[in-house]
């Protein structure tokens, strides 16, 4: 069933209008349309519909980490949480460094058909930091890379840093640093403090994010580059990025959910669910990042969804993985940390969730503001609900959530991928079925 | 009490409570035959992932003495070090049956990790955990300096106006941290004397002054009690501090300023000593000094916390 209509759905604008899905795209829209014979009917009163969220920070960990989440069970976990297109981090086993692995992440992806997969390329062979990897390979290859990260890992050689923002000019790409001074975090636990000390946990130094930071937006000043900061945890970060762009810096920054919610207070548990890098930081830097999403400064919301096995997380604080999955929780997240506080309306989730990281990443077709001809990409949700964030709310294969327990308001019903459903009352589709539509939407062209 | 993680979370009451019990602990230690039949039957695991044969040795004595059965798990040649994880160590212990595990793990919070995690029901002690904390050397500490202050009298006591200054690794050491906590609890005041880089960042919110002159603090504050913390060689290498020499010079407890202490303030060291780098060794055996009445009141409070947590019924009390 390829035709949908959709009756009374809030835009992101606060207007109401019935949307007239078929053959992949957004066909009519307005007060009052007819559902063609055949066609699936969806009552949204009360719903509000955004363009299909776009994660510019996922770990899918497909291929070589399977046991944490694959590139099918990861893009289910995006649908459920809103999410039609995810740029898949480089941290792989092999690294997606080379042109034959990113192009077998996207096929996983082309073929699973719950989100658009963009693969993420390494900057530098292996992770290692040591020389860069053929960027331009990938991104000439199938998969078109645009993005190219070390994520996890910072690259925080100068020389090297300052390369790679010149070469990745060469191909209309970003170069999306992990902010970590190396030297300053060794087997660094939590945000340094007073409640480190307390705790005994090694303490990870806001200066450490901050420093690398002010030295890449000059080297970006310096080479005329593009520059993406990942994952922004500290009020510091956000001063250096504010001044950068007053300076008419190329830089753009993202934060995530959990950074906009969650405080290091949580530690006292020694909860390894709480373990995340950058870590959870203070009361003054969420207020902070809040501030930096609202004036502009922090451009978009990015999950930094990491998945982990649970004997990852059942142990020792110091022996625990660094990570959260986030791609199901996120909307929720941003509802109750900036909608519900006052500060965003819907308008604003739809900019930071989705048209500014497609614009970042390069990503066509994704975002847009529902107009007749649109690739159907949307997401349909209830703000008005409210409810305990549970397992069954995960998609993916990991149960690594901070918020399991917590109450969040906000849920997904329904979400379509090029016109056909991912989700619907808030379940997600069958695998075989969505890939069966995406086949069908391939063919169509 | 159902276990020992923390003095940060011990009240006066508990507290107090704990010293009066190590005080008939030490009684019992002065009789001919040492042994009370309180724990008999039940099974105590000292399981230490990091070697400690001072601190273990002190919980074997002290629950052989309440005539408990004693398990030595120790880390080095057992299944932990070929990566068995704390959960399938704590699981076969429960299989095993143990009612109290004694943990020494080099990961802070390992025990409260154990202690909430349902894998086992015994009752948790925490014998020193990373750099966090260890509240038994912090409670046999406080009933070292109660005694050497207040004497027969020093039962139902607490530490009110006593001044405590510890002098050395405060970034590194669980020691300063239980002490501190405990103290402030008691009523005495804390002072930590320690070059910059071995203040953790942010301590100026604990309740302690923090000063970095030895001889300027000694001077001005003429403490009741001097702790002296042991220096690990290898910080020194971490750019910590320069050199040894230097340490000595600056922030040892030498002969000099053992002569310039106040005839009746006490010289305290949790051990083991580096004679020569942080404490001389006129200072480690003088008079002044309870280093080795430290060791006698381990087993005293070591005794204390095992019978209060482990004599009764246990499910009556949890």
């Known amino acids: 069933m390829t035709t949908t209509l959709i009756n009374g759905a809030t835009l992101p604008d606060g207007t109401t209008t019935d949307l007239l899905i078929a053959d992949?795209?957004?066909?009519?829209?307005?007060?009052?349309?007819?559902?063609?014979?055949g066609a699936r009917v969806l009552d949204a009163a009360g719903l509000v519909a955004l363009p299909g969220l776009v994660d510019l920070h996922t770990h899918l960990r497909e291929p070589g980490f399977e046991q944490s989440e694959t590139v099918l069970s990861g893009t289910r976990a995006a649908a459920a949480g809103g999410f039609t297109a995810v740029f898949a981090m480089a941290n792989t086993m092999p690294v997606s460094d080379t042109a034959g692995v990113v192009e077998q992440v996207q096929a996983l992806g082309d073929a699973a058909g719950y989100a658009t997969v963009r693969p993420i390329g390494a900057v530098t062979v292996g992770l290692a930091g040591e020389r860069l990897s053929e960027i331009g390979a990938m991104a000439n290859s199938r998969a078109g890379v645009r993005v190219f990260s070390d994520d996890g890992k910072c690259v925080h050689d100068s020389l090297l840093m300052r390369r790679a923002l010149e070469?990745?000019?060469?191909?209309?790409?970003?170069?999306?640093?992990?902010?970590?001074?190396?030297?300053?975090?060794?087997?660094?636990?939590?945000n340094e403090?007073?409640?480190?000390?307390?705790?005994?946990?090694?303490?990870?130094?806001?200066?450490?994010?901050?420093?690398?930071i002010a030295r890449d937006v000059l080297l970006?000043?310096?080479?005329?580059?593009?520059?993406?900061?990942?994952?922004?945890?500290?009020?510091?970060?956000?001063?250096?990025?504010?001044?950068?762009?007053?300076?008419?810096?190329e830089v753009t920054a993202e934060v995530t959910p959990h950074h906009l919610l969650l405080t290091e207070e949580l530690i006292r548990s020694y909860d390894a669910r709480y373990k995340v890098n950058p870590p959870l930081r203070r009361d003054d830097d969420v207020r902070a990042l809040r501030e930096g999403l609202v004036d502009g400064t922090i451009d978009i919301v990015a999950t930094d969804h990491a998945p982990h096995p649970e004997e990852s997380k059942d142990c020792e604080w110091d022996h625990a993985s660094f990570g959260m999955v986030g791609l199901e929780s996120a909307l929720s997240v941003v509802q109750a940390s900036m909608v519900d506080t006052g500060l965003f309306g819907w308008a604003d989730v739809a900019r930071v969730l989705s048209h500014t990281p497609a614009a970042i990443g390069r990503l066509e077709g994704h975002s847009h503001s529902f107009e007749?001809?649109?690739?159907?990409?949307?997401?349909?949700?209830?703000?008005?609900?409210?409810?305990t964030f549970s397992i069954d709310r995960l998609a993916g294969k990991s149960h690594n959530s901070p918020y399991l327990g917590m109450t969040l308001p906000g849920s997904v019903r329904h979400t379509f991928h090029r016109g056909y459903p991912t989700v619907l009352d808030g379940v997600v589709v069958e695998a075989s079925e969505v890939a069966a539509a995406a086949l069908a939407g391939v063919s169509r062209g | 009490m159902r276990h020992l993680l923390s003095t940060r979370d011990l009240i006066r009451d508990d507290a107090i409570g704990l010293l009066d019990i190590a005080e008939d602990m030490s009684e019992v230690q002065n009789r001919e035959v040492k042994k009370l039949p309180t724990l008999r039957g039940k099974t105590v695991v000292n399981l230490f992932f990091e070697d400690s044969t001072r601190t273990r040795t002190s919980f074997e004595v002290a629950a052989k003495r309440l005539s408990a059965d004693v398990i030595n798990f120790s880390a080095k040649g057992s299944s932990?070090?070929?990566?068995?994880?704390?959960?399938?160590?704590?699981?076969?212990?429960?299989?095993?049956?143990?009612?109290?595990?004694?943990?020494?793990?080099?990961?802070?919070?390992?025990?409260?990790?154990?202690?909430?995690?349902?894998?086992?029901d015994a009752g948790v002690v925490n014998a020193g955990d990373g750099t966090h904390e260890h509240p038994t050397q912090a409670l046999l500490d406080a009933f070292t300096m109660r005694r050497r202050i207040h004497g027969d009298a020093a039962r139902g006591r607490d530490l009110d106006g006593v001044s405590v200054m510890i002098v050395g690794d405060v970034l590194h050491s669980r020691v300063a941290r239980s002490n501190l906590w405990l103290l402030e609890t008691l009523g005495a005041h804390v002072t930590f004397v320690a070059p910059a880089t071995l203040v953790p960042v942010g301590a100026s919110t604990w309740p302690a002054d923090i000063r970095y002159d030895l001889d300027?603090?000694?001077?001005?504050?003429?403490?009741?009690?001097?702790?002296?913390?042991?220096?690990?060689?290898?910080?020194?290498?971490?750019?910590?501090?320069?050199?040894?020499?230097?340490?000595?010079?600056?922030w040892g407890l030498d002969d000099e300023r053992l002569l310039a202490l106040r005839p009746d303030s006490i010289v305290m060291h949790p051990g083991p000593m580096n004679r020569g780098l942080e404490i001389s060794s006129r200072a480690a055996d003088s008079a002044q000094s309870t280093v080795i009445e430290q060791v006698a009141n381990g087993v005293s409070i070591r005794m204390a916390v095992l019978y209060s947590l482990l004599s009764g019924d246990r499910e009556a009390r949890s």
């Open chain 1, 220 to 249: 970006a000043e310096h080479v005329g580059a593009r520059l993406h900061i990942c994952h922004l945890s500290t009020a510091g970060s956000v001063d250096v990025v504010r001044w950068a762009k007053a300076r008419g810096i």
């Open chain 1, 193 to 212: 403090g007073a409640l480190s000390s307390e705790l005994g946990l090694k303490g990870w130094p806001a200066v450490a994010e901050e420093s690398i």
């Open chain 1, 167 to 190: 070469y990745v000019k060469t191909f209309d790409g970003v170069v999306a640093q992990h902010a970590q001074d190396p030297r300053l975090t060794e087997n660094a636990q939590m």
């Open chain 2, 216 to 250: 300027a603090a000694l001077a001005e504050v003429r403490p009741d009690v001097v702790m002296m913390l042991r220096i690990q060689q290898e910080r020194m290498n971490a750019a910590f501090f320069p050199t040894t020499r230097e340490y000595a010079r600056q």
């Open chain 1, 24 to 37: 992949g795209v957004i066909a009519e829209r307005g007060a009052g349309l007819t559902a063609p014979a």
């Open chain 2, 80 to 120: 932990v070090s070929k990566g068995e994880s704390l959960k399938d160590t704590a699981q076969t212990l429960a299989a095993m049956g143990a009612d109290g595990v004694v943990i020494r793990h080099s990961a802070s919070g390992a025990p409260q990790v154990l202690a909430q995690s349902g894998w086992i």
């Open chain 1, 372 to 387: 007749i001809g649109a690739s159907a990409n949307l997401v349909l949700l209830d703000p008005a609900s409210s409810s």
